[in-house]
């Protein structure tokens, strides 16, 4: 049987029109004024937003190596059912191969991780943390299993390849049109910062940011795009969030290079004042890049407001405070890094940009859902209401008012970073695929996401 949604206004990353939706099986099938109910059982939205399901094009769900410590406090299956609750309907992983490790070891490992276990539909970026001629053949390999977009990283010792390994990599990325996103800061001087504050006792987080301030990550952006201009190829940038960045962006696409820009909720609304906070608290708002001055939140949000900035993904990566965050009680650099958020993105966007005026609701629609599905290839099966999609939908209400808080977030972690913050509006339901899996705040089905197989063009 089909569903109509009646009454709503459908929203897409450049309009919003009166239509009600039909969606049948796992598609949207029909979209009108005023249409006839036929044999469908009817869903009143009226006085919601019809928008589709966001997607978290940057999420470590269940994360077990590299992180110095016993693996991330959510799995897969708490965290894309945090995920779920308030719209998102799809998200991309990112896969970590061990060191030495093949990446059909890692996609093996993470299809073992989610299947089965997944609220969200999702598929994954796939990480080169190694570079030999085994790993450059497996890039045709991956494409072939629907992975197409890469992960590298300029930071993190037990992570990090060197220019010329990201150049040949990106150069092999182009000849299958793939994507590649690489974390962006000096890892070298990242070293030399961390080092440098210990040796003068000062171990506490509020060290945190001095150990890798804004010009470390410009550097390193400047030089990707150098490489990347080189290549020829267009990349991400993920986790942007300095203005110093920003300006490199700048200065890129002015001589013509195409690329794209990722931030995060935690660089738009919350600032490094919180590695202040008392009794280690800090330690909670601890993730690389760190948060940064309101100088440039400030920056970010013109960013976005303009255009520069394409994406909003929330690098979610969670770490209990009391047992794991602990670990870096006398060394912040001994603090696991990353911080929970793959729940509660598209509240603090709406409240902190739509409801504030800063952005159009479908500038974030462009930035939660259809900006990312066709940068990632996923368009048009998600990121649009539109015929032929699939029914991924968020009934949003814009005048539900919430209040984060760790003691009823979905997240399996004993904090959240926004904490106390009141938001405005919120999923009033959530259909995955053709069926209602979420309402007011609940998940109603979970577990029924599938990979997506995707095709570069
Ligand atoms: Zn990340």
Not at 103 to 120: E, H, P, V, Y
Not at 215 to 228: K, N, P
Not at 320 to 338: E, M, W
Not at 441 to 449: A, T
Request: with cysteine; hydrophobic share 35%; charged share 25%.
């Amino acid at each position: 049987m089909s569903i109509l949604l009646k009454g709503g206004v459908v929203v897409t990353a450049v309009d919003r029109r009166q239509l009600d939706v039909r969606i049948e099986k796992e598609k949207i099938v029909e979209l009108g004024a005023s249409l006839p109910i036929g044999d469908s059982q009817v869903e009143d939205v009226s006085g919601c937003f019809i928008l589709p399901g966001f997607i978290d094009a940057h999420t470590h769900l269940q994360l077990n190596n590299g992180a110095g410590s016993s693996g991330t406090a959510d799995n897969f299956a708490s965290g894309s059912r945090a995920a779920l609750a308030n719209g998102t309907t799809t998200v991309i992983d990112m896969a970590t191969p061990d060191k030495d490790g093949s990446l059909q070891a890692c996609l093996d490992t993470w299809q073992r991780l989610a299947k089965g276990n997944s609220s969200c539909d999702y598929t994954f970026h796939m990480s080169i943390i190694d570079w030999n001629p085994e790993i450059k053949n497996e890039i045709a390999a991956m494409i072939s299993a629907g992975i197409t977009s890469f992960k590298m990283y300029m930071a993190y010792d037990n992570l990090r390849t060197t220019d010329a390994e990201i150049y040949e990599a990106m150069t092999e990325i182009k000849k299958f049109h793939g994507m590649l996103g690489v974390h962006c800061e000096n890892g070298d001087l990242v070293n030399e910062g961390i080092k440098k504050l210990l040796k003068a006792g000062k171990t506490s987080p509020h060290y945190h940011p001095l150990s890798r301030p804004d010009a470390v990550e410009a550097e390193a952006v400047e030089r990707y795009l150098t490489i990347a201009d080189q290549a020829e190829l267009p990349v991400n940038i993920v986790h942007l969030s300095t203005e110093r960045s920003l300006e490199a962006v700048r200065r890129a696409r002015k001589r013509g290079q195409q690329l794209y820009v990722e931030t995060c909720p935690q660089y738009l609304v919350l600032d490094d004042h919180l590695y202040d906070a008392p009794n280690f608290e800090g330690a909670k708002y601890v993730c690389s890049p760190p948060l940064r001055s309101l100088d440039d939140q400030r920056a970010l949000w013109e960013g976005l407001e303009n255009g520069e900035i394409d994406t909003i993904s929330t690098d979610h990566c969670s770490f209990n405070f009391k047992t794991q965050k602990v670990l870096g009680i006398d060394d912040f650099s001994k603090i696991p890094n990353g911080m929970p958020g793959v729940e509660t993105r598209p509240q603090l966007i709406y409240t902190a940009g739509v409801a504030s005026k800063r952005i159009s609701l479908e500038t974030m629609v462009g930035l939660l859902a259809e900006n990312i599905a066709r940068q990632f290839d996923l368009f048009p099966q998600k990121g649009i209401v539109q015929v032929g999609s699939d029914a991924d939908l968020v009934v949003w209400n814009p005048a539900a008012k919430g209040v984060i808080s760790a003691t009823t977030q979905l997240q399996n972690v004993d904090y959240t970073p926004y904490e106390g913050i009141e938001t405005q509006g919120q999923a009033q339901s959530v259909f995955l695929r053709g069926q209602k899996v979420a309402e007011n705040g609940k998940v109603l089905q979970e577990k029924k996401g599938q990979f997506v197989f995707r095709t570069t063009k």
